[in-house]
């Protein structure tokens, strides 16, 4: 394993989650960085991405001005600050890392995937 994603769990609507993802092996300094989630009966979709820098960030938009992507400049560590959470926000959360080193919302652009974390929103 890679990519080790955490921090989920039961909240309820407003409250607020931090989500970790630790990278084992090896780092991901030169790499984006970017978190997905799925939902049951859904498709995986797009969160957020970092720059491999993190001086570029990406949003879904219906998770702008709630969540934060952030990361360390170890190149080990890249985080998801979820704010005033909905209950449309419960997923499996994934933590990706990109092939490339600028922020992308592409999912194919990803070649290490974390196993996932669950968030769950009652209302």
């Known amino acids: 394993v890679q990519l080790q994603a955490s921090g989920g769990g039961l909240v309820q609507a407003g409250g607020s989650l931090r989500l970790s993802c630790a990278a084992s092996?090896?780092?991901?300094?030169?790499?984006?960085m970017g978190w997905f989630r799925q939902a049951p009966g859904k498709e995986r979709e797009f969160v957020a991405a970092?720059?491999?820098?993190?001086?570029?960030?990406l949003y879904t938009d219906s998770v702008k001005g709630r969540f934060t992507i952030s990361r360390d400049s170890a190149g080990k560590t890249v985080y998801l600050q979820m704010n005033s959470l909905k209950p449309e926000d419960t997923a499996v959360y994934y933590c990706?890392?990109?092939?490339?080193?600028?922020?992308?919302?592409?999912?194919?652009?990803?070649?290490?995937w974390g196993q996932g974390t669950l968030v769950t929103v009652s209302s």
């Open positions: 990706a890392a990109a092939r490339i080193s600028m922020a992308t919302m592409r999912n194919r652009l990803y070649d290490y």
């Open positions: 092996r090896r780092t991901f300094s030169n790499n984006a």
């Open positions: 970092i720059s491999w820098r993190g001086g570029s960030t």
